[in-house]
């Protein structure tokens, strides 16, 4: 009912910047938070950005400083600003909304495919 799709993931070498994109789309009423996790290799998914509609923010401990998560709400859009990127930042970071749609009774989460990033010198 939502279809989400995450771009901007790439190589990038220790102490540069990525920007990662998600668009949602389909059968939308209200997006009330849109987020950003991560997940590397033999560990578990988690959360890395998150913001509401009240453009409340919650950043993981590890991230605070260096990544900066934003929303535009005409284009049903979140970014992810990625600063000073360290190797242990690399993994497959997804996309995440909670939202009410017009073909589903109350509010889901909803989770994009995807994107790599590999921060590597």
């Known amino acids: 009912q939502v279809q989400l799709v995450e771009s901007g993931g790439g190589l990038v070498q220790p102490g540069g910047s990525l920007r990662l994109s998600c668009a949602a789309s389909g059968s939308i009423l209200r997006i009330n938070t849109m987020g950003w996790y991560r997940q590397a290799p033999g560990k578990e998914r988690e959360l890395v950005a998150a913001?509401?509609?009240?453009?409340?923010?919650n950043y993981a401990d590890f991230v605070k400083g260096r990544f900066i998560i934003s929303r535009d709400y005409v284009k049903n859009t979140v970014y992810l600003q990625m600063n000073s990127l360290k190797p242990e930042d690399t993994a497959v970071y997804y996309c995440n909304a909670n939202a009410w749609t017009r073909d589903r009774g109350g509010a889901y989460d909803y989770w994009g495919q995807g994107t790599q990033v590999t921060v590597s010198s």
């Open positions: 913001i509401t509609s009240g453009e409340s923010t």
